[in-house]
């Protein structure tokens, strides 16, 4: 094709914009439930097995052990899988993320079933790593695919598709674990691991299905930006550039108190029996459902600006905060001075259940405000991928922190729920000037200048590149 040719295509494509054809798959929708699936099946089902209180045995240390290991790992690689997604891809960076879900599983048959340890240590260290790349991707996808004015919405469905994990794992764990004899402590059969490494294995090819940011398909024809490091090294700098950032630091204190309590785990194998916990384990991911269609719902709710809304979902989260951790010290207190066993048919097992009801939905209602102010920071989403990266490995180091503080048998579970307690209390003030400070990004960037925006648009010469190859159906 002679360079005259070149031109006069270039020219007709701008005059008249090339009308891209719509495919489903390509649609911010079909995306979400992409990562929700992949979601609802990997780390969905590992919930699933820890909302029983210790994965499920009857001891919780071995566990907690392996878990504190899971989110040391998964914090590194959060932290570096922002870079890693912007190299190789958001869906590789998905897929290799769910690889690691299933070994977990395996080494926790291993032990129920022979008694076997150090494969339960292999399958944290997979299972580790994967989830630390899983959780970088999954923020950049669930965060920056979706149009700005329906963040919220497709929030909630990601985050009901993970939930629909636990909901669905715990149904197969109360189906399993039901019977009479089952009233007092003990473990899960065997046989119910086997169920969760089968649907864990699909995660992987379901992952395959994700679309390249570039090629995804809003329905209100705004574009995903990527503006992309040209290498490994840029991306390194670039990262820590995000991580000195004010507004990043003052969030760190609030991921560390998000998802510091794993004392709930524990609060289930002290004060439940294992078919109550099997129940447990089931309902209380409703709780977790709710909260988030409710925070969504005011994210997302036209007439207030973003900013407002931000502001009152603030004291909204502070409030369930307040409430939840008043009535769980309450309730842990009364069960120090005389420790219980509750099997759903005792009239005590309300007042322990709502313990852990009440710290679900204010955890939730509160990762949902987080990463929906985590998302209003920019429009670019290889920088989101940087943010979510940082900040969901900073939760996770808080995790694996939690975690091997529960590896010890603390009287009243003081000690884990005093560190928890005052880490909220450190993290208000911190976020609320975070939050003061903030300018939400609310729509695609508008640019004041020509000189701003020559900046951003393609060169000629890309432009004529990039009209001659639409000449062509891309798939």
Not at 80 to 105: D, E, H, M, Q
Not at 380 to 396: A, M, T
């Amino acid at each position: 094709m002679s360079s005259s040719t070149n031109s006069e295509v270039a020219e007709s494509h701008e005059e008249h914009p090339i009308i891209e054809n719509k495919r489903w798959y390509r649609s911010s929708m079909f995306n979400a439930c992409v990562i929700g699936m992949v979601g609802f099946m990997a780390p969905g089902l590992w919930n699933a097995m820890n909302s029983l209180g210790a994965g499920g045995q009857q001891s919780p240390f071995l566990v907690n052990a392996a878990n504190a290991l899971v989110f040391g790992l998964m914090g590194f690689f959060c932290l570096f899988g922002g870079p890693i997604a912007n190299r190789i891809g958001l869906k590789w960076t998905l897929v290799l993320g769910a690889v690691g879900y299933p070994v977990y599983s395996a080494g926790l048959y291993t032990n129920n079933r022979y008694g076997n340890v150090w494969f339960v240590l292999v399958g944290a260290v997979a299972c580790g790593v994967s989830a630390g790349l899983f959780w970088a991707s999954e923020g950049a996808v669930a965060l920056g695919y979706p149009p700005p004015a329906k963040r919220g919405q497709y929030m909630n469905i990601w985050l009901v598709f993970r939930t629909g994990g636990p909901i669905l794992g715990g149904a197969i764990l109360l189906g399993l674990n039901h019977s009479p004899d089952q009233k007092t402590k003990g473990k899960v059969g065997y046989q119910t691991y086997l169920v969760f490494i089968a649907l864990q294995c699909l995660a992987v090819p379901v992952g395959l299905l994700l679309s390249p940011p570039e090629k995804v398909q809003r329905s209100d024809g705004s574009k995903v930006k990527i503006v992309q490091e040209k290498s490994f090294a840029a991306e390194m700098r670039a990262l820590i550039a995000a991580s000195k950032r004010r507004d990043i630091l003052l969030l760190l204190p609030v991921f560390w108190a998000a998802y510091f309590n794993q004392y709930s785990g524990n609060f289930q194998t002290y004060y439940f029996g294992l078919r109550a916990r099997c129940l447990i384990g089931f309902l209380t991911n409703f709780s977790g459902i709710i909260s988030s269609f409710i925070v969504s719902t005011l994210l997302d709710y036209k007439p207030w600006p973003v900013k407002k809304r931000l502001n009152i979902c603030f004291f909204y989260v502070l409030f369930w905060h307040l409430l939840a951790w008043s009535y769980g010290w309450a309730i842990q207190e009364k069960y120090t001075k005389n420790e219980p066993v509750w099997d759903w048919t005792d009239p005590g097992f309300v007042e322990g259940f709502f313990v852990l009801v009440f710290w679900g939905f204010a955890q939730q209602s509160l990762q949902n405000f987080l990463y929906y102010f985590l998302s209003t920071k920019t429009d670019n989403i290889s920088e989101l991928s940087r943010f979510s990266g940082i900040l969901r490995g900073q939760e996770s180091f808080s995790q694996a922190v939690s975690f091997g503080i529960n590896t010890k048998n603390w009287k009243g579970g003081r000690v884990p729920l005093a560190v928890n307690t005052v880490l909220l209390g450190l993290a208000v003030v911190p976020t609320w000037i975070a939050l003061q400070e903030h300018t939400p990004i609310e729509g695609p960037k508008k640019y004041d200048d020509a000189t701003e925006m020559s900046d951003e648009l393609p060169s000629q010469e890309d432009k004529k590149k990039y009209s001659v190859r639409q000449t062509a159906t891309e798939v």
